[in-house]
């Protein structure tokens, strides 16, 4: 079997990149507080993060798939454990995401903070190591974690300081808000798997926790922003407007309260992320508007 160009989409996981975009959307917004967007500067760092996600689902798709984790699992195309495409060549393609990101990340840092070349090797190195390497952190229940500060304070914050030149505590309430309904996006993703991860030995956070209790952490991450929204009003009152996208955060929290199991469990993935991104580019436009 060959993998079809579609099969290739579908396995980048499009569900997941409103984690990436979101903090670039935000952290822009963030600096344009202050007076201090810069549209280039922000394409870079939209590049990066994008990269950056699809290097990562391709990498846990090689990953889980030699080790065998996603021969029973539901949800997007897994390419290597279909048989769809060659395991070399999924890691491949989840090294070359990792390249374009490297290559934009340094031509960002060039352009405005050396140092962050550092940061970008972590994250690479974040990245690949979830599912990947002899010891995946994944697997031992970090992977939430790795999120909320990744795609949350790392994106964010890293996308405000290279346009704005430092961080402000409007950043860090942003980058908080973003974090934690990206690690709920993860997490909802990793109740779908509980069955499937419990077997083949997959330990994530979700397992752990049990189901009921990773239900319950999903839905205080997912409001999380929400509170943010209501902090923010006081540097930017136009922020409340954020409160938009509640409906579909709650949209989310009401499937997996009345305990969706499986595949019932995927249209999560897709209405939390749109809550995310939605209140993302509604929060930036009420910073932007405030510093204007």
Known sequence: MNA???????????????????????????????????????????????ALIVGVNYANDYS??????????TGPTRLTASGLARPELVKFAAFAAFGVAGIAGVAL????????????????????????????YGYKGYGELAVF????????LGTQFTQLGWVTWAGVACAVGVGSIS???????????????????????????GDERARDVFTV??????????????VAIPAVLSLAALPWALGSILVVRRGATGPALIPVLGTNGRAMLIWSILVAGGLAFAGA
């Open 109 to 136: 840092s060039l352009l405005t903070t050396p140092w962050l070349i550092l940061v970008g090797l972590l994250c690479v190195a974040a990245a690949w190591f979830y599912t990947g390497g002899k010891n995946p």
């Open 4 to 50: 079809t160009p579609r099969d290739w989409f579908e396995a980048a996981r499009p569900h997941t990149w409103p984690n990436a975009i979101a903090p670039v959307v935000v952290g822009t917004g963030a600096a344009a507080r202050d007076d201090g967007a810069q549209l280039g500067y922000a394409l870079l760092a939209l590049v990066v993060s994008l």
């Open 149 to 156: 500060v990744f795609f949350g304070l790392v994106a964010v």
């Open 64 to 73: 889980d798939g030699v080790r065998g984790t996603d021969e029973h699992r």
């Open 221 to 234: 991450l997912t409001l999380v922003p929400f509170v943010v929204s209501l902090g923010l009003c006081v």
């Open 183 to 209: 690690a709920a996006i993860n997490l909802a993703n990793n109740i779908r798997d509980i069955p499937t991860d419990t077997v083949a030995g997959k330990n994530t956070l979700a397992v752990t926790l």
